[in-house]
Each structure stands twice: as C-alpha cells, then as structure tokens.
C-alpha cells in the first residue's frame, strides 16, 4: 500500500495519522483508490509579533511574515493604546486585525491588563476608579475585536506584579491593596464576560517556581485559565535544548496547553549575564554579525525542534521579525534592519513550509478503500476524481468516511 510521505524527522508526537475510509454511493469501498494530498494549514501556531505589518497593501517585508508565520500577537498596551482617556487607537488596531484575518492569519491580543505600561493617568485616581477603569477597558477592547481576535493575555507578568518598583502604577498600587489574586480575577472575569468564545492566557517572563504558585493559586481559587504563557526571550544567550524541555515539562504538569509567547535569539552580540533586568543593558551600536547569524540560525533550528517534540505546547511566537525596531535594539529578528532575510529566516521556512509539509503526495487506497494520510494536525485539500475536497486532520489523527460515488467509465 502507498501511502503519504512522514514529514521528515519530524517532532515526536506531531505527525497525525487519519485514516479515511473511502465509499461509493452504496456503501462499499473503493480499493485501490489513488488520490493526492496537499496542505493548507497548520493547527500549530507559529507565531509572530506583527505591530509593524501592512496587510491591506503588503510591503515586502510583510509578505515575507505572511510567507512564514499563521499567528500574530498585536499590540494592545494600555498606555499606548489609550494616550488619552477615552481615546482609544481602536480604528488603527481594528483595521490591522482585519487586514491579517483576511490573510487566513489567527489573532492574538498582547495585553489586556499589565502593570507595565499602565496609563500615568490613572495614577491620579482612586483605586475603586481603577478598578472600573479597567473593567471598562477590558470589556471595550474584547467587545470591540470579538470574532476578530481568538485569545488574549487577559493579564500579563503577575509574579511580579505586587512587588514591581522599575516606576509606579496603578495596577501595581491596586494588587498591593486588594492582593494580586484579586486583580488577576478582576481581568479574567472581565474579559471573560466580554467575549465567552475567546481563550484567555496567562502570561509571565519568570518561569521559576514563582509562576507555578501563582498557577495553582489561579486554579484553586476557580479561575478558568485557557493556556499558560511562558515567555522565552534569550537575550543572554540561548537557553539549550534541556532547560527549554524541562521548563515545557515542570509547567506540563497543569494540564493546560502551554504557548512559548515571546521568544527571540540574537544574531549579534549576546548581553552579559550579569544583567539582572534586560532592560537596563543600553549600547550605542548592536549590529547583526555574520558569525552571529550562522549562531542564530542554528540556535532557531534547535529551539523549534525542542519545542515542538512537546505535545503540550500548542504555539510558538517569535518576538519581532525584523531588526528594525526590535525589542531593547537586539539584533533579534530575523530578518536585518535592511529588509533581507537573515539565515534563520531560511532555517525556519525550511522547517515549517518544507519539511513539516505535506505538498502534493499521493496516497493509495488499500482493499478496505482506507486512505492512510499522514501529517502534522491541519487543514488540507484532497484531489480525488478531479475534485479538490477540504479536510481536517486533527490532533491524536482517528478515522473517518468520506462517500464518493464511482466515476462514469470512460468511452
């Protein structure tokens, strides 16, 4: 029996088998059938931060983000989102999330409540008006982006968040009077009411046993948590395969899905790690360097590899594409401050376009009339008898039957 090709070396665990029965209009198999199978999409979310893109009229460097990513994270913090109040940027961000969409693009909100980046303005209110502040600004954004944008951070970095001295905030100000659990609540809640078929993910850069207790007490105390982020920029260095898969498997033990929501590796010079706050290391000049590039792309191949052989993680987003304008000034992206794709940009196409694809294979019913397709969970076209017929692969593969009467003989 011909069957599909296995992506090569694949990640353990993600390679789906659907078995589908052929049958004729009376209900009997069609053995031998021949068909071809093509993909279309992946269920996996490989992610990106798309604040930069132009989807309505693509430049090139958004079309080489459409080329390479299905998952964008857009920008939603508060402070920049509403300078003024009552001023939201809700026309700009709406016209993005549309544009994206209509590239078949899945849409994630970045974030909904974080003590960062609060508005100043809130500041000079009480807290009981901060906490029907962001009532109203959390129901506003879910309300206005509902059926656009399909999960959120409904409240990002908490481990810190009672305890946050880099500048004061409300939110910080909030959590130390009505305790951090309360104001997680107030956010899952709100946006919960606001839009009930949105998943909502709780979100932390600390990956210590910190986030763990702040997980459990989450659960404990009832709150219906969707997926956990865990945030991976690796500024400092890259983190290797054993302390990325004993992270994914410690956070494992949930049983939520896990997403890796802000991944990056330089390209350039790595940051000492002294640094205890990336944020406080400022140079003139971070160039990307040759050496670093071949560094990088090999780190992304690894990186992803790891990643994926986790069963648990269901995304994977990349902290900005493009040098230009990337977090802290890093050379982190992966395409340079020029427009040219780096070596990683190639390393990572090859992964997700190429190896993990299925691009046109035959398959060959064997004498039940049961095709065996192979590949990763996703959306994919099958040709049989001149027609193209959408189906799904779903994660853990199974079994179904498709009924297609027999062609008219020829002549």
Same mark, same amino acid.
Not at 102 to 111: D, E, N, Q, T, Y
Not at 145 to 159: K, M, R, S
Not at 169 to 180: E, H, I, M, S, Y
Not at 370 to 387: C, I, M, S
């Given at each position: 029996?011909?069957?599909? %090709?296995?992506?090569? =070396?694949?990640?353990?665990?993600?390679?789906?088998?659907?078995?589908?029965?052929?049958?004729?209009?009376?209900? $009997?198999?069609?053995?031998?059938?021949?068909?071809?199978?093509?993909?279309?999409?992946?269920?996996?979310?490989?992610?990106?931060?798309?604040?930069?893109?132009?989807?309505?009229?693509?430049?090139?460097? /958004?079309?080489?983000?459409?080329?390479?990513?299905?998952?964008?994270?857009?920008?939603?913090?508060?402070?920049?989102?509403?300078?003024?109040?009552?001023?939201?940027?809700?026309?700009?961000?709406?016209?993005?999330?549309?544009?994206?969409?209509?590239?078949?693009?899945?849409?994630?909100?970045? *974030?909904? &409540?974080?003590?960062?980046?609060?508005?100043?303005?809130?500041?000079?209110?009480?807290?009981?008006?901060?906490?029907?502040?962001?009532?109203?600004?959390?129901?506003?954004?879910?309300?206005?982006?509902?059926?656009?944008?399909? !999960?959120?951070?409904?409240?990002?970095? =908490?481990?810190?968040?009672?305890?946050?001295?880099?500048?004061?905030?409300? @939110? /910080? %100000?909030?959590? !130390?009077?009505?305790?951090?659990?309360?104001?997680?609540?107030?956010?899952?809640?709100?946006?919960?009411?606001?839009?009930?078929?949105? #998943?909502?993910?709780?979100?932390?850069?600390?990956?210590?046993?910190?986030?763990?207790?702040?997980?459990?007490?989450?659960?404990?105390?009832?709150?219906?948590?969707?997926?956990?982020?865990?945030?991976?920029?690796?500024?400092?260095?890259?983190?290797?395969?054993?302390?990325?898969?004993?992270?994914?498997?410690?956070?494992?033990?949930?049983?939520? *899905?896990?997403?890796?929501?802000? /991944?990056?590796?330089?390209?350039?010079?790595?940051?000492?790690?002294?640094?205890?706050?990336?944020?406080?290391?400022?140079?003139?000049?971070?160039?990307?360097?040759?050496?670093?590039?071949?560094? $990088?792309?090999?780190?992304?191949? %690894?990186?992803?590899? /790891?990643?994926?052989?986790?069963?648990?993680?269901?995304? &994977?987003?990349?902290?900005?594409?493009?040098?230009?304008?990337?977090?802290?000034?890093?050379?982190?992206?992966?395409?340079?401050?020029?427009?040219?794709?780096?070596?990683?940009?190639?390393?990572? +196409?090859?992964?997700?376009?190429?190896?993990?694809?299925?691009?046109?294979?035959?398959?060959?019913?064997?004498?039940?009339?049961?095709?065996?397709?192979?590949?990763?969970?996703?959306?994919? @076209?099958?040709? &049989?008898?001149?027609?193209?017929?959408?189906?799904?692969?779903?994660?853990?593969?199974?079994?179904?039957?498709?009924? +297609?009467?027999?062609?008219?003989? #020829?002549?």
């Amino acid at each position: 029996m011909t069957t599909t %090709r296995t992506p090569r =070396t694949a990640p353990g665990g993600r390679v789906e088998t659907l078995r589908l029965r052929i049958l004729d209009e009376h209900g $009997q198999a069609r053995a031998g059938q021949d068909a071809r199978l093509t993909q279309v999409s992946h269920t996996f979310g490989f992610g990106c931060s798309a604040f930069e893109l132009r989807p309505e009229e693509p430049d090139e460097h /958004t079309r080489l983000w459409l080329d390479l990513f299905n998952m964008a994270t857009l920008p939603f913090y508060w402070r920049w989102f509403e300078t003024a109040p009552g001023q939201p940027d809700t026309d700009r961000l709406l016209r993005l999330a549309e544009g994206l969409r209509g590239h078949g693009v899945r849409l994630k909100g970045h *974030p909904l &409540l974080w003590h960062t980046l609060a508005p100043t303005w809130l500041l000079e209110k009480d807290d009981a008006e901060v906490e029907r502040l962001i009532r109203e600004r959390i129901t506003r954004e879910a309300t206005d982006f509902a059926g656009l944008i399909e !999960q959120w951070d409904a409240i990002n970095e =908490t481990v810190i968040l009672p305890v946050f001295e880099a500048e004061e905030n409300a @939110v /910080t %100000r909030l959590a !130390q009077a009505r305790g951090r659990m309360e104001v997680v609540r107030l956010a899952f809640e709100t946006a919960r009411a606001a839009d009930p078929s949105a #998943r909502l993910v709780l979100n932390d850069f600390d990956l210590s046993s910190a986030f763990e207790d702040v997980i459990e007490e989450c659960l404990e105390a009832g709150l219906e948590i969707d997926a956990i982020g865990l945030q991976t920029h690796m500024h400092q260095g890259y983190r290797g395969e054993e302390q990325i898969a004993e992270v994914i498997e410690r956070f494992s033990r949930f049983g939520l *899905p896990l997403q890796l929501t802000e /991944t990056t590796l330089l390209s350039g010079e790595i940051m000492p790690g002294h640094i205890v706050d990336l944020n406080d290391y400022v140079v003139d000049s971070w160039p990307s360097t040759e050496e670093g590039e071949a560094r $990088q792309a090999d780190e992304i191949e %690894r990186h992803y590899r /790891t990643v994926l052989a986790q069963p648990a993680v269901e995304s &994977l987003t990349y902290w900005g594409m493009g040098d230009a304008g990337a977090w802290l000034g890093a050379p982190a992206g992966l395409v340079r401050a020029d427009g040219t794709p780096k070596p990683s940009y190639d390393t990572l +196409r090859s992964l997700i376009r190429e190896e993990w694809w299925v691009d046109g294979h035959a398959v060959h019913a064997d004498g039940d009339g049961v095709l065996a397709l192979h590949g990763f969970a996703g959306e994919y @076209v099958l040709e &049989l008898d001149g027609e193209s017929i959408p189906l799904t692969i779903p994660r853990g593969g199974g079994e179904q039957e498709l009924r +297609r009467p027999r062609p008219a003989p #020829r002549g």
